[in-house]
């Protein structure tokens, strides 16, 4: 259980193009999932927390017209990185809470197996 | 000085050592305690959970958390170099909510 997938696992493009990114929980519902980015030989960092039929929470300092973020339903939320900029090259995780588990061992977020982007 | 603070390694040992890996933190308020395994290049696996403190056994690994120290461990029993990994650990104030992440530890165990 909790497993947690995205899509595409890497991608390469262009400077100025945007780019799409899906996390599915695969056998569970998620109410909330959230994105992170993760810079070579560092560790996680929060951008924003995604909530299904609502706006996603953003991270001070992470632009939210930069980089949408769209919970269209409880097994899928979207990142698209627009006009994206080789500095926007980085591995994107996403993770979920499987809300099965809510109270008990295991109550905490799974994550996705990230999304390797390259800008050029 | 971060929330979590966690030793960047690398940290090399043979097949067969054991190993610890530790983490502080300053937040008294945090409830939660996880590791996570990251292998290069994926994402973050969960290991170990831990609510308050305590230890919890799980085969080849321990986690303790002392909360009156602010500091909690993952042992690696009998290691194997497919443990080779980056270890996070992670907490958080309420299940399944924000974690604040530990750098992360690099671990190497040489066959």
């Known amino acids: 259980g909790a497993v947690v997938s995205q899509h595409p696992s890497w991608v390469i493009c262009k400077s100025g193009t945007s780019v799409k990114i899906e996390c599915r929980s695969l056998?569970?519902?998620?109410?909330?999932m959230f994105w992170y980015r993760q810079f070579p030989k560092q560790s996680l960092m929060l951008m924003a927390t995604s909530n299904e039929g609502s706006k996603a929470t953003y991270e001070q300092g992470v632009e939210k017209d930069k980089f949408l973020i769209n919970h269209a339903s409880l097994t899928l939320s979207t990142l698209t990185v627009t006009s994206a900029h080789p500095e926007d090259s980085s591995f994107y995780i996403c993770s979920a809470r499987d809300l099965r588990l809510a109270g008990g061992p295991g109550d905490t977020q799974y994550f996705g197996p990230g999304t390797r982007l390259t800008v050029l | 000085q971060k929330e979590v603070e966690q030793d960047p390694g690398p940290l090399s040992v043979p097949e067969g050592a054991i190993v610890s890996l530790n983490c502080t933190y300053s937040?008294?308020?945090?409830?939660?305690f996880m590791w996570y395994r990251q292998y290069s290049r994926k994402g973050p696996e969960l290991l170990m959970y831990t609510y308050s403190s305590g230890n919890k056994e799980d085969g080849r690994f321990t986690a303790q958390v002392d909360k009156s120290s602010k500091y909690i461990s993952l042992f690696i029993r009998d290691s194997q170099p497919s443990d080779s990994a980056t270890y996070l650990c992670?907490?958080?104030?309420?299940?399944?909510?924000?974690?604040?992440f530990g750098g992360g530890t690099r671990l190497m165990v040489k066959p």
């Open positions: 056998d569970f519902q998620a109410t909330t």
């Open positions: 992670a907490m958080s104030h309420n299940a399944g909510n924000m974690l604040t």
């Open positions: 937040n008294s308020a945090f409830q939660y």
